[in-house]
């Protein structure tokens, strides 16, 4: 299939497939007439890469591991989860931040808030 025909059955863009392609992610079954070619079983694994990017991790990352992904024998287990490991750190270092920046902006309004509640009555005590 051709790569629109990919990027339809993968959900994907072309530019995203090219993308992956350079990168060695993934590669054309054949080459016919100067034109790549793409197996029906490239789709998942490239949406499979995808959703790897979109959670963070570099196409450096995914290409080492790529191989393993589907066939996990035990002994390539333990590089996949560590670095699956430090990704969700990473993700849980983001998420407690973001909490707690959030708990300071809903102080900051409450307090700002009260400010004005108080600066409308002392207005209101003048008139």
């Known amino acids: 299939m051709q790569i629109r025909d990919l990027a339809r059955l993968a959900q994907l863009t072309p530019r995203q497939l090219?993308?992956?392609e350079r990168e060695g992610l993934i590669r054309p079954a054949t080459i016919a007439q100067g034109q790549p070619r793409y197996a029906a079983q490239t789709a998942p694994l490239a949406r499979r890469i995808n959703v790897l990017v979109d959670l963070g991790f570099t196409t450096g990352e995914?290409?080492?591991?790529l191989d393993r992904i589907d066939d996990q024998p035990s002994e390539h287990c333990a590089p996949i989860s560590d670095l699956q490991?430090?990704?969700?750190a990473k993700i849980d270092a983001v998420i407690?931040?973001?909490k707690a920046?959030?708990?300071?902006l809903v102080g900051l309004l409450v307090t700002d808030e009260a400010l004005d509640v108080q600066d409308q009555a002392t207005a209101i005590r003048r008139q």
Do not use: M, Q, S, V
Not at 101 to 104: G, K, L, S
């Open 18 to 20: 090219r993308r992956y």
């Open 62 to 65: 995914i290409r080492t591991f």
């Open 85 to 88: 490991g430090r990704r969700i």
């Open 96 to 98: 407690a931040k973001l």
């Open 101 to 104: 920046t959030r708990a300071e």
